[in-house]
């Protein structure tokens, strides 16, 4: 079987390449085979191989052939005999109705600590607060539906538009509709997909296919030239997600949202590295311009946790004025307030009034340890 492996070592800016080979190449991974192009592209083997093979010309892949050795078969078990038993050996009567004695095992002591419902950050007047209702705009149902017409569009325009010349797809890209114009949201030259943007029968549904699959950033620049597409929820996901989107793009589509999303992206999981890195330093750079009730709102709702993004700067005084005005009982909050280096002495100072942080000694020595907690709050000890 033939094993196709695109070269990372390699940067395909570096290799000359048709729209045809750069499509194939974009769907090569790692443990790629023909058969499998082929039904991901649409395109015909005879077309396929052609292309395959003039990419391991030009470098940009290696070939393989996998042998596959036959399993080796498994040694014939060894009936038992008389001899593999010592008779001197004393066997307990087998009896199903025997239990098998085990060993004793001593008990492990065990120290319990009782918390009182401060402590485990719960209140009697307090509800609990409710499930984040927020999301993408995007059902499972949707999604999985998504998927299977993302299938369907490619395989489409592997086999009726891949091989046009990039003039003649430029023009259909401006006066399609309906699928022949979605298939070609899957063409890698961005000139095409900036004739689909301004096309009018282009939707939103153009828009998310485009935002998921597109690799070239100047062709998600066009994206911004309909606004209303980058205010679609499921749009503006699938462009967090693209690892080839560029930054200004990026800075569009997080530049209105609130403090708090900027920083769901920082640590969402599905959002490439570099993509979040660069919403760190969004975040960095709107912190300061922000409200101060948006700031303290944030810093208790991720309970102190985003302080780690925040190196190098400061609170103002309206919100440490709203965190002093509140009653503290996570462990981790206060963790997190007692190791960040800008935290105010008027916060630490009321840190330590906290009725819980009175009863845990371990979180006292941590906020005194701090180097802005002031010589008259340490007699609270």
Avoid at 158 to 179: C, F, H, I, T, Y
């Amino acid at each position: 079987m033939t094993r196709i492996t695109r070269r990372k070592d390699l940067s395909p800016s570096l290799v000359s390449l048709t729209a045809e080979e750069g499509f194939v190449l974009s769907r090569i991974d790692d443990d790629t085979t023909v058969d499998y192009l082929e039904s991901l592209t649409g395109m015909d083997r005879a077309t396929l191989e052609s292309i395959v093979g003039r990419l391991a010309d030009s470098g940009a892949i290696d070939i393989a052939m996998e042998a596959r050795a036959p399993a080796a078969a498994p040694p014939p078990a060894r009936a038992p005999s008389f001899g593999d038993w010592n008779v001197d050996d004393n066997f307990p009567p087998m009896s199903s109705d025997a239990p098998i004695p085990l060993p004793a095992v001593p008990a492990a002591e065990e120290s319990l600590i009782e918390l009182t419902p401060e402590e485990h950050g719960v209140f009697e007047d307090e509800e609990p607060e409710p499930p984040s209702q927020e999301s993408d705009g995007e059902t499972r149902e949707e999604r999985e539906h998504f998927e299977k017409t993302e299938k369907t569009f490619r395989e489409l325009y592997g086999k009726k538009m891949a091989n046009l010349p990039r003039d003649a797809r430029v023009a259909m890209a401006q006066s399609l509709s309906g699928d022949d114009l979605l298939a070609l949201t899957f063409d890698p030259d961005p000139a095409v997909v900036k004739a689909i943007v301004v096309n009018p029968n282009a939707n939103l549904q153009h828009a998310r296919l485009i935002a998921f699959n597109h690799h070239i950033a100047q062709g998600l620049e066009g994206l911004g030239q309909r606004p209303e597409f980058l205010r679609d929820a499921q749009v503006e996901r699938k462009l967090l997600r693209n690892q080839n989107l560029p930054e200004s793009m990026l800075r569009r589509v997080l530049g209105p949202k609130p403090l708090r999303m900027v920083y769901q992206t920082t640590i969402d999981r599905e959002v490439p590295d570099l993509n979040r890195t660069r919403a760190r330093s969004i975040m960095r750079a709107r912190w300061q311009m922000s409200p101060s009730e948006e700031k303290a709102d944030l810093v208790t709702r991720t309970e102190g946790r985003i302080l780690t993004l925040l190196t190098g700067l400061t609170f103002d005084q309206r919100m440490t004025a709203i965190l002093c005005g509140k009653t503290y009982a996570s462990v981790i909050f206060v963790q997190n307030l007692a190791r960040f280096a800008a935290t105010p002495p008027v916060l630490l100072t009321h840190l330590l009034k906290q009725a819980f942080v009175k009863r845990q000694a371990h979180l006292r020595n941590l906020i005194l340890q701090h180097p802005n907690v002031p010589s008259e709050a340490k007699r609270l000890r």
